[in-house]
């Protein structure tokens, strides 16, 4: 078995700020998401990675960058936090190929005062 | 254009009872495959079972199995002798060609004493 561990747990920033999430996966999966959730939502894709160093953007790419040097770590800029965008941001990996479900990460809280 | 909806926003049961939660898909793939995953209260996202888009039998997992229906792209999950901790959010979710994976917005699940 493997975990998805998010790193902070809960961030709270300033509007304007830049923030950054972390996500470390020990599955030695080869593509990782991030995704947000807000409150009684579904999930958006922000960004995905197919492999180290590779970064494809999602839907709501828009105000983020994202980052992806190792196969087991992928990490999350918000470029400039805006109220708008409190929600939860989930990160998930899975293995190559088309069968292969998603584990996800417990998920990252942003507030924006 | 690839999407999944979710119609049902939210659905009540009496445990013991048999639910089915519907999903639509759309995709120009001829391949795909598609997935339940459960969001827990405390936020945790868990896969529960998956389709291939090849294959014709419905897949079953435990007592949760799938309506799957290709001539309508639709993908239902059924839950036979519900229980309290089935109350949960379900997602429907499909992975085509690319690695991106494409999900509904969520069916609300309570179940009752």
């Known amino acids: 078995g493997g975990i998805i561990t998010q790193t902070p747990k809960f961030l709270i920033g300033q509007e304007g700020q830049k923030l950054t999430l972390k996500c470390q996966q020990n599955?030695?999966?080869?593509?990782m998401y991030w995704y947000r959730q807000d409150s009684g939502k579904g999930l958006r894709l922000i960004y995905y990675?197919?492999?180290?160093?590779?970064?494809q953007k999602g839907d709501l790419s828009e105000g983020y960058d994202a980052s992806r040097e190792k196969k087991s770590s992928f990490s999350l800029t918000v470029t400039s936090a805006q109220k708008n965008e409190m929600a939860v941001f989930l990160c998930?990996?899975?293995?190559?190929?088309?069968?292969?479900?998603?584990?996800f990460g417990p998920g990252t809280r942003l507030t924006v005062l | 254009a690839q999407k999944v909806t979710q119609t049902q926003t939210s659905i009540s049961v009496m445990e013991k009872t048999t639910v089915t939660m519907d999903c639509v898909y759309e995709?120009?793939?001829?391949?795909?495959?598609l997935f339940w995953y459960k969001q827990t209260a405390s936020g945790e996202i868990v896969f529960l079972i998956r389709?291939?888009?090849?294959?014709?039998e419905n897949a079953t997992v435990g007592h949760y199995s799938l309506n799957f229906q290709k001539p309508k792209s639709s993908i239902g999950l059924i839950i036979t002798a519900t229980q309290i901790e089935d109350s949960a959010v379900y997602f429907c979710?499909?992975?085509?060609?690319?690695?991106?994976?494409?999900f509904g917005d969520g069916t609300q699940l309570v179940v009752k004493p």
């Open positions: 979710a499909m992975r085509g060609n690319n690695n991106r994976i494409f």
């Open positions: 990675s197919i492999t180290e160093n590779d970064l």
């Open positions: 389709q291939d888009s090849y294959k014709k």
């Open positions: 599955f030695n999966h080869d593509t």
């Open positions: 998930a990996s899975r293995d190559w190929g088309g069968a292969y479900e998603q584990y």
């Open positions: 995709t120009q793939d001829s391949s795909y495959f």
